[in-house]
């Protein structure tokens, strides 16, 4: 038996966007392994996607479109074939067409396969065509996304870490959600560099820093005017950098007076020395680096504390160095997607995917939305509110669709659930949102079952409507090629026939390797960064100055509901899982037999909880239970829940959740909520999962 290779890319919803070599023998996966001549990639997979395999030939992954016959929910489902599923949507959807309008129809998916063809391609034009009502997708990191849409992206190649002498990893765990980034950092260590992670727990990255920095959640923005306020107070600052390069320095250094390194520590929970001392240390790194992630933008402030983030490097001039400033890449924008969505949203009704379960519940939304079509997402677990969310998916009257590998949380509320490729059995293009490469995945088998791509079930659906659009008409290949015809990536050298060729192509980050050396920063009309600018007022109506924003719940912004639950939650990402890609498959299951409910000795000890025990985090919007898992890894007064696993009959970390926006960008606030924990009588004292079909 000879097997034959074939270079594919990873579609997860992850910043590095690997090259994997897969192996395959009678048209069977027998392989996976890292493409060692991708730069970033280099010799080593995640730990998900080096199991890979285990996923692609589950025996859970459904084979056939399936028609639910029992109560939503049940599971209770039987096959039917493709024709008949597809026309059994179509005819539903002309059906709510005609009596309530194309906005009863809403769309649900992001990113949980973020090839342009699959997450955006087809579906989007199709939805678009349709008047259906538009999705707002900013349930991750949608404060930076809203801000860089507005002001232009402030960032520089992440892959001149190496040349950095200090690295500020704020709110983003690397090793668990970003290993090739942390790859990086390991690079610039062994050059002599620090790590520095501002963190409310201590992650996988946090214990291999130099120095950890364990902030209140939420009070990012707080540290980075005290960081500012200290540089300045200290004269720390680049005095010639910011006369050459930056506005309005004095009304910004004014504004920030108020945060001395005693009010930052009250505010934070640091110590005013840690403040100082990381003003001082990054301020005489040449250069220093900040990589922030996701994590810190689940907050009320996050959008804010972007903004304030932003400041400190122009403040101390590292923008003058190779590997100083703010670290990221963005070539998911550079592919022309856009092309394939015809007309845009225009006046029709946009919806907040944070906010589904009250757009599914709320009596008085006009029209109301009667049928839900996911894809690439999973929300029953993924959005806040989520008790909320399942009412609303069990509402009879609401026609659900869902097209996915497996039975998720969704699919078992779903009218018709549609089986979908993994991404070895299908085309696509992919681009990065964590570094500057483009690349084509190519199916390395053929889609398993009954399996069709998100692409070509919107084709049909479209033929099915009539509509004739040409983008409707094209294969995956023309769609590939459309998308790269003209647009920014094709112009940086990302051919449609260099990319078969080669698999992935690098694009050069915009501005080179000094991108601020000299100013030039976007949207500004002299090329100064803006510390006040009156374009973000404009933009986002809170000011031109950053300012800290309280969280919205928290024993200091909410005490009444802080006497009921004083513990501030934290829902953190698990390196065994992508969000909730992994959230039943067994390298999850294995890695984590049950869920863990991490709180502090202190508080551990208040409540009488013993580590191990059965124990359940609460708060008006739901419950969740688990196993307490007493450790000094979290600050007292913290409790963290994983996110993303299934729910197995109970409650997710979701049900904790508000679905109330952030400060800019409706970006979410999962981590901006309060709790308290008690003991767990009467479960089940091996921890199993009561869910096992």
Known sequence: MTATSVRVTCTHDCPDACSAIVSVADGVAIGITADSSHPVTGRHLCSKVDRYLERVYDHKRLATPLQRVGPKGSTEFEPIGWDEALDLIVDRWRLIIDESGPEAILPFSYLGNMGALSAFGPSFALFNRMGASNLERAICGGQALAINRAMGAVQADPELLPESELIICWGIDVVSTSIHTWDLIRRARSNGARLVVIDPYRSATARRADHHLAIRPGTDGALALGLAQAMIDQGLTDPAYIDDFTAGFDEFADHVREWTPERTAAVTGLGADEIVDLACSYAAASPA????????????????????????????????HRGGGIVNGRTMTMLGFEKLWGPGPGDRRTINMIQLGRALTDPHLAPPIRSLFVWNSNPAVIAGD??????????????????????????????????????????????????????INRAAIEPLGQARPNSE????????????????AMSDRALIRHCLDGSAAESAGASY???????????????????????????????????????????????????????????????????????????????????????????????????????????????GIADGERIAAFNDRGRVEGRAAVTDAVQPGVVVVPFGRWLDGGQGANALTSDRLGDLGGGPTFCDALVEVESEIGLDPTGAHPRTS
Not at 393 to 401: A, H, K, N, P, S
Not at 457 to 472: I, M, T
Not at 525 to 544: H, I, K, M, N, V
Not at 582 to 604: F, S, T
């Open 497 to 607: 026939a260099r990319l078969v060729d080669e698999g992935f192509v690098h694009l050069d980050h915009p501005g080179g390797t000094l991108p601020f050396a000299a100013g030039g920063f976007p949207g500004s009309a002299d090329g100064r960064f803006e510390f006040r600018s009156d374009r973000f007022d404009e933009a986002f109506g809170l000011g031109p100055l950053p300012r800290f924003v309280e969280p919205g719940e928290s024993p200091e912004s909410r005490p009444d509901l802080a006497e009921r639950y004083p513990l501030r939650l934290l829902t953190l990402k698990r390196p065994h899982s992508i969000n909730s890609s992994y959230g039943d498959l067994p390298v999850l299951r294995g890695a984590e037999p049950h869920l863990a409910i991490e709180l502090h000795p202190d508080d551990a000890r208040a409540r």
């Open 289 to 320: 680096t900040i990589r922030f992630g996701v994590g810190m933008q689940r907050a009320d402030g996050a959008g804010m504390a972007v903004r304030a983030i932003q400041c400190l490097p122009a403040l101390a001039g590292h923008w003058r």
């Open 457 to 472: 079930v919107a084709r049909e659906l479209a033929r099915r409507l009539g509509y004739d659009d040409p983008v409707f």
């Open 386 to 439: 989520q008790n909320r969310i399942i009412e609303g998916l069990g509402r009879d009257d609401l026609f659900t669709v869902v097209h996915d590998l497996f039975m998720t949380d969704t699919a078992r509320y779903a009218d018709i659930v549609l089986p979908a490729p993994s991404m070895l059995e299908h085309d696509d293009l992919v681009g990065s949102w964590g570094f500057n490469y483009v690349s």
